[in-house]
């Protein structure tokens, strides 16, 4: 092999690329650690007093009848608050910084990943609207939220992506042409008639809104697309099947059906028309709003592979202190500890790569403003009502404007890149590190550990899934591939035609 030709470009890696969290400790305002603590302390309540007591009971009434909701479990959430916890004081939320909202789900997570994710996904929704940076409907979707879950009602925001022949490659900009995208949005005036179907969307049957990725031109959906607010109650929408799954069962996964559904223009979240007023050209500005929402979202998957690495830790370790065999105590025996410490391990491993990541979005990504020390302390120190009867101001055009200048114009391609690349690493770490867990726990448990009454093989089947969603794992690593190695090899292509 002769690699005297082959093109290299710096080797080491940027030390930006290295370590995010270095840095964060010195930007990040103090004031987070106390929220994170209280984000814990707020989490473990609602584990230990609403999931655990009716985790088994969700999964088997699922599995009894796959068509069953589990609308008293978000009941639940929202009167805890839960659905507004991470929205920002300015739109009207309990403005828990996004820096925590990890730590948060790990502890909903190590008990029941479905559960978390019914929870967890509405931050899914609203965080891609975030990443269209529309001030108007982010403000308004806040509001309504917040208003909804003060008198008891829900409100709650599902992602659409996913298509019947489409999955990875509605999610990669380099795949999109080639893939068999088919919801096509129709410009007409005042609006888009949207016609098509989105599959295995979580909380789909549950959710009021509904952000859509759609494309005017099917076939360049690359530099095509829209991103639309849809309303359940929307003429033209309804709700498909509900998938019987095998794991997190109690999430639902729903079929989302348009047939010429009217979005008006004031709905459109972004499309071509607003990316014009961009420096990026439309394809550019999708790839930057993918890698806001998969940096901030793939961390989040990954922190759910941390949960159920945990849970499959924390199964084990009961097992094995509450197990004699031949007269010896299991914890007692050398191997089980190795076991356990190997298990240990992952998870903290698992969880410093999500931190990492989520680091890379308080610096670069999509809590970046919400962490600048200045405005955290501003936001902090002015009462809820001066924002709110300020409010109006994000309906200015101005302001989306202003914002989009900042965190779209202003956002620098090796920044793109660092958010995106490490929610990758995050997502892998946690997921393979949870799937890992858990074939060490069936190893230390034995014949006990398929027992459903031992919890492990209900958290193998909830872990599985995370391998698979929010980019399968095989493609975060090409994707790790194009955002920190792809630089050193200049003339290397990645997502390249001929792999296709
Ligand atoms: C429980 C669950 C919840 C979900 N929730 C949502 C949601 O809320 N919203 C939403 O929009 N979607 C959601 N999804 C969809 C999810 O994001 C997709 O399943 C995922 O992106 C994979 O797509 P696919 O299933 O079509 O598999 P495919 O894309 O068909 O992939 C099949 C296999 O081929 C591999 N592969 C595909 N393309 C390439 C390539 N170019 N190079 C190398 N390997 C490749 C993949 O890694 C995989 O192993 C959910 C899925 C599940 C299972």
Redesign the pocket.
Known sequence: MDISNAVFHGLKPEFDDITSAFRATVNQPSGIVNEAREVVKIARAFTEEVIRPSMGLLDAAVTDDPQYLPWDFVKKANEWGLYSMFIPKIFGGKGYNFSCVNFFIEELGSACLAMANLVG?HY??YGLLISSWNLRLINRISREIVKKEKKGELCLV?????EPD???????VE?MNTGNLRCFAKKVPGGYFLTGT???????HLSTWHVVHAYTDPEKASENTVMLLVNSGFDGFSLGKK?N?M??KG?P?SELIFKDCFIPDDHVCIDNVQIQKLKRSPEKTNEQIFAYIWGASRASVGTFGVAGARGAYETALKFAAATTINNSKLINQEWCQSLLARMYSNVAVARTACYEATQANAQHGLWKLMNHKIMYYTVRLTPGWVFKTFSGLFNLPLATTLIRKINLDRQEDHEIGRVDGWGSIAKITGTDAAMENCRLAMELMGQAGVRTDSGLEKIIRDVR?LQ????????NR?NVFKRFIQKSCPESEV?SKT??
Not at 158 to 162: F, G, Q, R, V
Not at 198 to 204: D, H, Q, R, V, Y
Not at 468 to 475: L, M, Q, W
Request: one cysteine or more; charged letters at 15%.
């Open positions: 996904v899914l929704g599902s992602l659409a992506m996913t489409a999955g990875t490659d509605s999610q990669n795949l989105k599959i295995f969307i979580s909380n789909g998938e799954k794991g997190q999430c996964a899934l698979i969603y929010e980019g399968t794992n095989e493609i090409l997502f792999n296709v």
